[in-house]
Structures are given as C-alpha cells and as structure tokens.
C-alpha cells in the first residue's frame, strides 16, 4: 500500500555529516506522521526523529541539536540532516511512515561513523 525509498546513507569521519531521504509512494493519505528510527549492533531499535502533517516535530533528547528532520508534503518525503556525527551514531537507520492505524518501515540504510 505504501512504499517507502531511503537514499543517502554511508560512510563518514567523525565530525561530518550526511543527510537522509524517504520518499513515500502509494495509497497516501492527507494526513500521515513520517520519521526516523535507528538500530545499532546490539541494541534495541529507537526513536531518532518524527514530523507530523502539522510539521511538529518529535527528537531523541540526546540527538536534539545535531540532527534535524524536515518534510516536504508535495513529495511526501522526510529528510534527516545529520551534523556533528559521533560514532555512537553508526547504525541502521529506517525510514517510518504512520497513517491512520497503518505503520510503514523503510527497507534501512547503513550509516557508519568512523575515523
């Protein structure tokens, strides 16, 4: 029903940055919540950022200032611009897209930081 692309993920040194798209197509709805999660080795998947159609946003506490979510409902697409990136935040980050009592995850993209 929905499909979701993600595009930009991959390599970088501490100290860079990357940013991150999600492009959603199908049965779209006016009114639908796209965002972020991530997994690290190990871990548990976690919330990294949401947006909803009101453009309120949503962050992790200890992500809040390095990273910033953004949408553009034309393209029914969500972006995450990644700053300041530590190696910590080296995971598997998924697209997330919620309308009505439907959740939709991206297919993930790896991002690694490391010197």
């Known amino acids: 029903q929905v499909q979701l692309v993600e595009s930009g993920g991959g390599l970088v040194q501490p100290g860079g940055s990357l940013r991150l798209s999600c492009a959603a197509s199908g049965i779209i709805f006016s009114i639908y919540t796209m965002g972020w999660y991530r997994q690290a080795p190990g871990k548990q998947r976690e919330l990294v950022a949401v947006?909803?159609?009101?453009?309120?946003?949503n962050y992790a506490d200890s992500l809040k200032g390095r990273f910033t979510i953004s949408r553009d409902n034309a393209k029914h697409t969500v972006y995450l611009q990644m700053n300041s990136l530590k190696p910590e935040d080296t995971a598997v980050y998924y697209c997330?897209?919620?309308?009505?009592?439907?959740?939709?995850w991206g297919q993930g993209t790896q991002v690694t930081v490391s010197s």
């Open positions: 947006v909803t159609s009101g453009v309120s946003t």
């Open positions: 997330y897209f919620r309308q009505w009592q439907r959740d939709y």
